[in-house]
């Protein structure tokens, strides 16, 4: 018997968090009773979500995918938008069961590698704080930042959410013109906290793409708007960078 809310997110059904939104809106039965955070079941289990019959059979890991996708501006990292603009969701390929989960989000302003997968588990330990996995952005800002912004931004800067800092920053090498170009790594995903933090230290971000989320880098070759199925290799490598078997 194993919490319920881990159950359906091995079977590859939403992540963790999403799952406990299902139970305290009670939208899911185990036998003939609502479901509570808290509970437990087995793949054996009748458990219903919505009224319709969850399929919990399948092992941890076992068949699931991860994609790779470069998040183009001006896209959403939701199934639906209530301004109606377009979300990642619509270009990518059906999986093979279960459905795609976002490991993640990138703002609509922002492009990149975004990582979605069947596997629900994975998806949360990627996600999660407790597990310290890096993101990697280049930057573009207006303006040059001296040492001493950098060294702030290194150190620790309070935004209204909290204390955020990047673990590392690198100067790519200078330009002509009002512009330059950093390459941060930071290893929580909070809203807008790439852009947030350079804002705290009066710098705008003109452009910002992710390269690199976890052991997984975004592929040279590929452009805004592809997607690709990572191979068991990078499979095992994220499920590594997790403690995942």
């Known amino acids: 018997m194993i919490r319920l809310q881990k159950l359906l997110a091995e079977a590859g059904l939403g992540s963790r968090r999403t799952v406990e ?14 479901a509570q955070l808290g509970d437990r079941a087995s793949r054996t289990d009748e458990v219903r979500l919505d009224g319709a019959k969850l399929d919990l059979r399948s092992e941890p890991g076992r068949g699931h995918e991860v994609l790779l996708y470069y998040k183009p501006v001006g896209e959403v990292t939701t199934r639906r938008d209530p301004q109606g603009r377009p979300t990642v969701f619509e270009r990518l ?9 976002s490991v993640g989000r990138l703002d609509v302003n922002t492009a990149g590698l975004l990582l979605l997968t069947t596997d629900g588990e994975l998806a949360h330990r990627l996600m999660h704080p407790s597990g310290g996995v890096e993101r990697e952005y280049r930057v573009r800002l207006r303006g040059r930042p001296g040492p001493e912004v950098l060294e702030k931004l290194r150190a620790g800067v309070a935004l209204e959410d909290g204390q955020a800092r990047f673990d590392r920053i690198t100067a790519d090498p200078p330009g002509n013109g009002a512009h330059s170009s950093f390459r941060v790594v930071l290893h929580e995903g909070r809203n807008r906290e790439v852009r947030r933090l350079w804002e705290a230290v009066g710098f705008e971000v003109s452009r910002l793409l992710r390269i690199r989320y976890g052991p997984i880098e975004l592929p040279r070759d590929m452009r805004a708007g592809d997607v690709r199925l990572a191979d068991g290799g990078s499979l095992g490598r994220l499920r590594s960078a997790v403690c995942l078997p």
């Open 21 to 34: 939104g299902w139970i305290r809106e009670g939208r899911v039965t185990i036998g003939d009773r609502t």
């Open 93 to 101: 390929p059906r999986p093979g069961r279960g459905r795609w989960i």
